[in-house]
């Protein structure tokens, strides 16, 4: 299912064959939580932007419209017309987020709907049931994030516990890929490492999943507030002890510089809500850093906002109509915004892609690093 075509230092470049379609790593999933872009953009959009693969939630989902509903549709990609892989997370980044409506339990989560109040509870077959009725290409194992930094005790404990997780998702997705009624009978799963920010926490974690020889893995329970560097020390402790033939995934990361360090070490696999929602306020990527199109000196700027940009908001429209967009509360300001951004984030990957087929990844690096992640 995946393969190194080339290396360049620690930098894979990889191939990623699924059920739905063929990744090309490194990639940066966009991230559809409703099974929808925040600002307007379509499965169709995607496609326009060079979107290789979509991620939703399982949790979000679950509530509204429910999954059951979703499956008698004929699961997410029927639902979205998205035709590519999707990646479902599996609800448990929600037992850091939601942390003042649940309660964790040795068999799982019980949660308080944030919409209606509702009771519901998620445990590791709850959640590959649910996932499975989304019929997504990967599933993500139900585990918990734990926040930055955590007391050292709890932090072992709930990697314990979610080490049982993941024998339990393991084993449900196992029976519900061979019921004859299931819509993916060939859905994939991804176990998930955690252990705060303790070194020696987080290898022994990843050495023990590994020994389950899952479909991908990922690093989970970063980017929720602790600096970069200590995100950084933790990614180069894990990578190592990751499996060298899987996918390797940093959740919920993060800025052009952080997956151009994070390729460095050895990632394939990158998701985050930031370029989309930053979109939404104005704050967007250039080739030259980030510009704010909400200050005033864009007001008669008539240049597009990344003069070496392909997108289609950048071939049709001036910094100072989108800066018009925005004061005057239309909505249109946000569809162009979030085009632009993703567009940005799928051809940065692109680029590294190439970079690191070519031999110049270093070189790659060391100039757009810090350069993409500067505020002008």
């Not at 360049?8 to 990744?23: P, Q």
């Not at 993941?166 to 890929?177: Q, T, V």
Request: glycine share 8%; charged share 25%.
């Amino acid at each position: 299912m995946f393969r190194i075509l080339k290396k360049d230092g620690n930098a894979r470049r990889g191939e990623f064959k699924t059920v739905h379609g063929t990744v090309q790593t490194p990639a940066f999933q966009n991230v559809a939580t409703c099974a929808a872009i925040k600002g307007a953009l379509s499965a169709f959009d995607l496609k326009d932007i060079g979107c290789q693969q979509m991620l939703c939630n399982t949790y979000h989902l679950h509530v509204r419209p429910g999954d059951v509903l979703i499956r008698e549709l004929g699961g997410l990609r029927e639902f979205t017309g998205w035709d590519g892989p999707i990646l479902t997370d599996s609800g448990g980044f929600q037992v850091f987020s939601l942390a003042p409506l649940r309660k964790i339990r040795e068999e799982g989560v019980y949660f308080s709907s944030h919409v209606d109040g509702r009771h519901i509870f998620m445990g590791p077959e709850e959640s590959m049931r649910i996932q499975s009725n989304l019929a997504s290409t990967i599933a993500m194992a139900f585990d918990e994030c734990v926040k930055n930094p955590a007391e050292p005790e709890y932090a072992k404990k709930s990697c314990e516990r979610t080490v049982r997780w993941l024998y339990r998702c393991r084993d449900e997705l196992l029976r519900l890929n061979s019921l004859p009624d299931t819509i993916n009978k060939k859905q994939m799963l991804f176990g998930i490492n955690q252990g705060s920010t303790y070194e020696g926490l987080r290898i022994e974690n990843m050495q023990r999943i590994a020994e389950l020889d899952l479909d991908g893995y990922a690093i989970g329970g970063l980017a929720v507030g602790e600096p970069k560097e200590e995100m950084y020390r933790i990614i180069a402790a894990v990578a190592p002890y990751m499996p060298q033939d899987k996918p390797r995934y940093l959740m919920g990361v993060g800025t052009p510089g952080n997956m151009l360090e994070a390729v460095s070490m050895g990632i394939d696999y990158f998701d985050c809500v930031m370029p989309s929602r930053n979109a939404r306020h104005g704050h967007l990527f250039t080739t030259e850093g980030i510009i704010n199109l909400n200050n005033a000196k864009y007001e008669r700027d008539t240049r597009p906002i990344d003069e070496q940009c392909g997108c289609p908001t950048c071939k049709r429209h001036s910094r100072a109509y989108i800066r018009h967009l925005f004061k005057a509360g239309e909505m249109l300001a946000m569809r162009l915004c979030v085009t632009h951004n993703l567009y940005f984030y799928n051809t940065l990957m692109k680029k590294i892609r190439d970079s690191i087929d070519e031999g110049r990844f270093t070189e790659f690096r060391e100039k757009y690093a810090d350069l993409l992640d500067t505020r002008i």
